[in-house]
């Protein structure tokens, strides 16, 4: 995909890493339309596409994403009420579809932040597994500011990242905050000198896709699941879950590299 013409570029290296860059560095990567639709297109391709063991979000440029995109809600407040809740509706369904995949997916998506993460940015990073953040990399809800309320799932990651104060003072101050304190909220997993965010990117990325994936899409499941089951639920498809990992060809591989004293050879099988 050219990366001239594509507001998400996706290119997937030789070792089953998905790279989904956000590609419009002009406005800080702000959710456009078009940047809308093909990302709604394009993170449910990556979901079902076998030779992918390993998604990355990025952003172009110098920003990860700053939100959505203020020229476009200016052309809204021409439509009537109706017409704007109407409309704005229909396009997070679509997106959520999006979300939903980055959730669902058996295979771990991280996000990779320099820069502006701000508004749907934030919920981006939330929606990922893992997050790495260059050190000058900064956060805000924002949403407050346009008065509005959090979309992108951002009121539900954050609701099971930190405590209910944190998540009302993020929401109703829309501050900004650095990429040491994301860390300490639980936010971003790592900070990292900007410099170094591409090759700890790629080293985290290709370490997770040469890892028993199938085993981490069984353990990503039970932990999405965590939220809503019984104990008595969610003991039962532990149960089940192990068993399906332990039936695999990477947990024959993974006991046979223990005993052989060598690393283990995982292919998602």
């Known amino acids: 995909m050219s990366p001239n013409t594509d507001k998400v570029a996706v290119e997937i290296d030789s070792k089953g890493v998905a790279w989904v860059t956000l590609n419009e560095p002009a406005v800080r990567n702000a959710l456009s339309p078009e940047l809308r639709a093909q990302f709604c297109e394009r993170i449910p391709q990556l979901e079902f596409n076998s030779a992918v063991r390993c998604v990355v ?4 440029g110098d920003h990860f994403m700053a ?3 203020i020229r476009v809600m200016k052309e809204r407040l021409e439509w ?13 369904h679509d997106i959520n579809h999006a979300i939903f995949a980055l959730r669902r997916m058996p295979k771990p998506v991280i996000a990779s932040v320099r820069g502006a993460a ?3 940015g934030l919920s981006l990073v939330g929606a990922a597994d893992l997050a790495i953040a260059a050190e000058d990399a900064f956060f805000t809800l924002a949403y407050c500011h346009i008065g509005a309320s959090p ?5 539900y990651f954050l609701g099971r990242t930190l405590g209910m104060k944190q998540q009302m003072e993020l929401a109703f101050l829309g501050e900004r905050f650095e990429a040491h304190k ?11 000198p900007s410099v170094d965010l591409k090759f700890e990117t790629e080293k985290l990325a290709s370490r997770l896709a040469s890892g028993p994936t199938r085993a981490y899409a069984n353990a990503k499941a039970l932990f999405n699941a965590s939220n809503h089951l019984s104990m008595e639920s969610h003991l039962q498809m532990e149960a089940e879950r192990i068993a399906d990992s332990m039936a695999s060809e990477d947990h024959a591989e993974g006991v046979s590299a223990f005993l052989g004293k060598r690393k283990a ?5």
């Not at 979000?57 to 172009?60: D, K, M, P, S, V």
């Not at 009537?80 to 997070?92: P, V």
């Not at 994301?182 to 990292?192: P, Q, R």
């Not at 050879?265 to 099988?269: L, M, P, R």
Request: aromatic fraction near 6%; charged fraction near 25%.
């Open 57 to 60: 979000l990025q952003g172009a």
């Open 182 to 192: 994301a860390k300490e909220l639980g936010i971003v997993n790592w900070v990292v």
């Open 118 to 120: 701000a508004g749907f």
């Open 80 to 92: 009537s009420k109706e017409e704007r809740s109407q409309r704005i509706i229909a396009g997070l």
């Open 67 to 69: 939100g959505g995109d």
């Open 151 to 155: 979309d992108g799932g951002a009121s």
């Open 265 to 269: 050879n995982f292919k998602g099988k």
